[in-house]
């Protein structure tokens, strides 16, 4: 190999390196703001306490998820509601995990592992209630959206379950375009249709998906939710009264708005 060839290599590897560098620093900022916006347990009344928090993050990162599901068994034996496994322990869970990334306190693949374990716990607790519950021909209808571009789900499900709990029917749509959300919402028969969105995903498609939600849906209320609402001043035709800024007062802003 001649020098010339040495120092072309050794630029193409530097430059891998520091596009990989860009890519790891983007999605850990991703990660820090999302984590962020997670519901604060200690401000609901849900706080669970440090140590419980670092004991749930640990198990959701060994190799054994037995463990893991024994200590969600136990939460729910001991009487604790899906509302405080939701936001007292999911929630912190999430922030924790983005807020060590982000400091370089756990890898990637110990994050992205305790993330997907994070979200089967969700779906688990989901499906532990329909079975528990059940569903009423009367119970209120809501449509959840996920806004195009976000590919963020964990605080959806978390709503969509809290909602249950509340004894609302929820139709969840992730991964839809701007014309099939829209479509889904038509042909529903939803009494609230709540828009989701993080920032990852355009914001004028975003504004112009509420006002198509609110021309075809002129007897339904049409709400936005999501950490979006950072940006909420700059999207032209959402009112801030019409945003849902954390999730427990969300339920109750829904319930509000269906009796008002």
């Not at 849906?217 to 959402?238: K, N, T």
Request: some cysteine; charged content about 30%.
């Amino acid at each position: 190999m001649t020098d010339k060839d040495s120092r072309k290599n050794q630029g193409e590897a530097a430059y891998r390196r520091t596009s990989d560098d860009s890519v790891r620093d983007v999605a850990k900022e991703a990660m820090r703001r999302l984590a962020f916006r997670m519901p604060k347990a200690a401000e609901q009344g849900f706080d669970p306490g440090r140590a419980e928090i670092d004991r749930l993050c640990q198990l959701l990162i060994e190799p054994d998820s037995k463990p893991l599901k024994q200590y969600i068994k136990g939460l729910l034996d001991d009487g604790n509601s899906p509302a405080k496994i939701y936001i007292g322990y999911i929630a912190s869970a999430a922030r924790r995990l983005g807020q060590d990334w982000a400091e370089d306190c756990r890898s990637f693949a110990e994050v992205t592992l305790g993330s997907g374990r994070l979200h089967q716990i969700v779906r688990d607790l989901s499906a532990h209630h329909d079975r528990a519950d059940g569903r009423k021909g009367d119970a209120p209808h809501a449509m959840l959206a996920l806004a195009p571009g976000e590919t963020h789900t964990l605080g959806i499900e978390i709503f969509a379950n809290l909602l249950r709990d509340d004894g609302w029917d929820v139709d969840i749509c992730i991964g839809g375009t701007q014309a099939s959300i829209l479509k889904r919402a038509r042909e529903g028969s939803h009494d609230v249709v709540v828009l989701v969105g993080y920032g990852q995903g355009d914001a004028l498609i975003f504004a112009s998906l509420v006002d198509d939600l609110r021309a075809a849906l002129p007897d339904g209320a049409v709400l936005m939710a999501g950490g979006i609402v950072e940006s909420a001043p700059e999207i032209p035709g959402v009112p801030s009264e019409d945003w849902l800024t954390d999730l427990p007062s969300a339920v109750l802003r829904l319930r509000q708005r269906l009796q008002g």
